[in-house]
């Protein structure tokens, strides 16, 4: 390679690396929702200049005056961020001052169950008019591999300046740096720490996965670079991919061994005392989240292409979407037990959030419970200590207020959907007429008024 070019390539790296030691990089973080906010925190932890960017006035308004809209995040965490140089705004001009870009928007499916990759399309073009030489841009966004390379960057190469992206091979000084790195959070999951959670970093070229990997560097204990960014968007789905197919095996399980009269958490138990080639997942009332439900259908989606179907995907989606139906089957049986119809039962479903200890409705299956048992005319009411109201979803509208955890003798039954820890277990059994309970939530509780499914 020729020695300019080189040196031209060191200097972008060894650039961006002086700058973050000496904190004076300065990082813009696209979306400031549950990946991007968390994200702009750690890096203004360690003193490095982030400006978070959101085109939901709200969000930005809340976190001007120092305020959370995430739960787990504390407003004293923004208002520390805020005093080491934290701002957060919707003015896109600001991008060409800006060292590093990172975007975290939504990745859905749209009503056809087909990838959406709207949100990233939108910002691509925001950002193109404001690239500059050497930036940095990253994509953290879940979705199928090709989407960094086949989409993203022919938008960022639309920019005034004639910028391209730097690939293998030849170099020049009109060149920015393009990344896919996944996000890997497990939100409400507090055994690992962020920063142990190893960051995997695709770039384009070796020395925008040497860029990405200094700027990662600078908050994760470890960085994973791998070749281009396609494998990194492929590791993402495997590891969600891994997830919903063990999860739907563990659910379709759990039907035969209702039906066998064996309790599938004592054998998962039993299982997981193997110390190797065994990992537990649990059995619920189907998925929800942005991740496990939507994501593997951005890789069959894009199998499609290659003339491929994905058939453990396929599957796994065809039995995890039905668990709502079969608990709400469930609960017509344990109803018709004690010689009631879920026709006009009064029924209080215990959890709304898509998993436990967390304030995130996206994809839970409690609304799918909720809206199934109103359908078959259940007066349905629900409670849950992270929901006030739950009003419109992309694919619910609610319209329902909690209801405080009183009275629940009221009720022709109650519903574990969501195990929050919150919930006094022992009291719910105690004071209802009927527990249906989807999570294994009452496990050591012995009572006749409890029917797991
Ligand atoms: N939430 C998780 O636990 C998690 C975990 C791993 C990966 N992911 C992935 O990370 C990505 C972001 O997820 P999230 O949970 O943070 O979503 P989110 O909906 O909480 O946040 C996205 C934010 O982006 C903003 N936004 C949308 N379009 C924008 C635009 N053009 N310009 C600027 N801001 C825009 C929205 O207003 C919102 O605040 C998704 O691809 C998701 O699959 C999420």
């Known amino acids: 390679m020729d020695a300019t070019i080189t040196s031209y390539n060191l200097s972008s790296a060894e650039l961006l690396k002086t700058k973050v030691d000496a904190r004076t990089a300065k990082i813009v973080i696209i979306g400031m929702g549950y990946v991007g906010l968390p994200l702009a925190l750690l890096f203004s932890e360690q ?134 790195s996944p996000e890997r959070e497990d939100p409400g999951n507090d055994t690992v720490a962020r920063r142990d959670i190893p960051k995997v970093i695709g770039g384009l070229n070796p020395v925008a996965t040497e860029m990405g990997s200094t700027v990662y560097n600078s908050i994760f204990n470890r960085t994973v670079p791998v070749s281009a960014p396609a494998v990194a968007e492929m590791t993402k789905l495997l590891e969600n991919i891994y997830r919903c ?25 039993a299982a997981s005392t193997k110390p190797f080639g065994f990992q537990p997942f649990y059995p619920g009332p189907g998925i929800g989240g942005h991740c496990i439900p939507l994501d593997p259908f951005y890789l069959s989606w894009k199998a499609k292409e290659y003339d491929f179907h994905t058939r453990f995907i396929e599957l796994a989606g065809e039995i995890n979407l039905n668990m709502p139906y079969h608990v709400v089957r469930s609960a017509a049986a344990a109803l018709n037990r004690h010689k009631k119809t879920l026709n006009g039962a009064k029924v209080l479903v215990l959890g709304v959030a898509y998993k436990k200890d967390i304030d995130d409705l996206r994809e839970s299956p409690s609304l799918t419970v909720i809206e199934l048992l109103q359908q078959e005319g259940a007066e349905v009411s629900y409670n849950d200590p992270y929901f006030a109201f739950v009003g419109r979803g992309r694919k619910y509208d609610l319209q329902m207020h909690n209801t405080p955890l009183e009275n629940l ?33 009452t496990k050591g509780i012995q009572s006749e008024k409890i029917v797991r499914c």
């Open 409 to 441: 003798g009221s009720f022709d039954a109650v519903m574990i959907v969501t195990d929050h820890s919150d919930y006094d277990y022992d009291r719910i059994v105690r004071e209802s007429n009927l527990v249906i309970d989807t999570r294994n939530a």
């Open 245 to 269: 197919v063990n999860i739907a095996l563990v659910n379709e399980l759990k039907m035969l061994c209702l039906r066998m009269g064996i309790d599938i958490f004592e054998v998962i138990k």
């Open 47 to 180: 003193k490095l200049r982030v400006t978070g960017f959101d085109i939901d006035p709200v969000k930005v308004e809340t976190l001007t005056r120092g305020g959370s809209y995430i739960v787990r995040i504390p407003e004293t965490e923004i208002q520390a961020a805020i005093a080491n140089g934290f701002m957060a705004t919707s003015d896109f001009a600001g991008i060409a001052d800006m060292d590093v870009v990172i975007i975290c928007v939504p990745t859905p499916l749209n009503d056809h169950h087909e990838p959406d990759l709207s949100y990233i399309v939108a910002t691509g073009h925001n950002i193109a008019p404001h690239l500059r030489p050497g930036q940095l841009i990253i994509l953290e966004s879940t979705t199928y591999p090709g989407t960094t390379e086949e989409l993203l960057v022919p938008i960022l190469e639309k920019n005034p300046l004639g910028l391209k992206a730097a690939r293998n091979g030849a170099a020049s000084a009109s060149e920015f740096y393009v990344v896919f």
